[in-house]
């Protein structure tokens, strides 16, 4: 079945970067938009960034703009997320996951556009 599997994640200091990966398989990836979420405890699980899987169009959520950046390696299947001059406030569980068929309107900023989601990395950022 179709995996999506997330890595990249752990511990780095206010102000550090950090990049995070997913792999995809069993999965016609160049076929699908692609987003990354983010869950923090206590919380719900938020929308961080998209990328449209023709045209690369990104978008972002105003918390990370400017910070962070998606991007694809449609040859290779793998969905990135750059996290850069990272907060506290940026710690969570990190998922990656591809939309349903068709192409969402809009930003895809939305948890139910999306059909598969991976398990998840965890970044801790400390202050």
């Known amino acids: 079945q179709v995996q999506l599997v997330e890595s990249g994640g752990g511990l780095v200091q206010a102000g550090g970067s950090l990049r995070v990966s997913c792999t995809a398989s069993?999965?016609?990836?160049?076929?699908?938009?692609m987003g990354w979420f983010r869950q923090a405890p206590g919380k719900e699980r938020e929308f961080v960034a998209a990328?449209?899987?023709?045209?690369?169009?990104?978008y972002y959520s105003d918390s990370v703009k400017g910070r962070f950046t998606i991007s694809r390696d449609n040859v290779n299947d793998v969905l990135y997320l750059q996290m850069n001059s990272l907060k506290s406030e940026d710690t969570a569980v990190y998922y990656c996951?591809?939309?349903?068929?068709?192409?969402?309107?809009?930003?895809?900023?939305?948890?139910?556009?999306?059909?598969?989601w991976g398990q998840g990395t965890q970044v801790t950022v400390s202050s």
């Open positions: 996951a591809a939309t349903r068929p068709g192409s969402p309107a809009g930003r895809m900023s939305s948890a139910s556009e999306y059909q598969y």
């Open positions: 069993k999965l016609t990836f160049s076929s699908y938009d």
């Open positions: 990328i449209r899987r023709f045209t690369g169009i990104t």
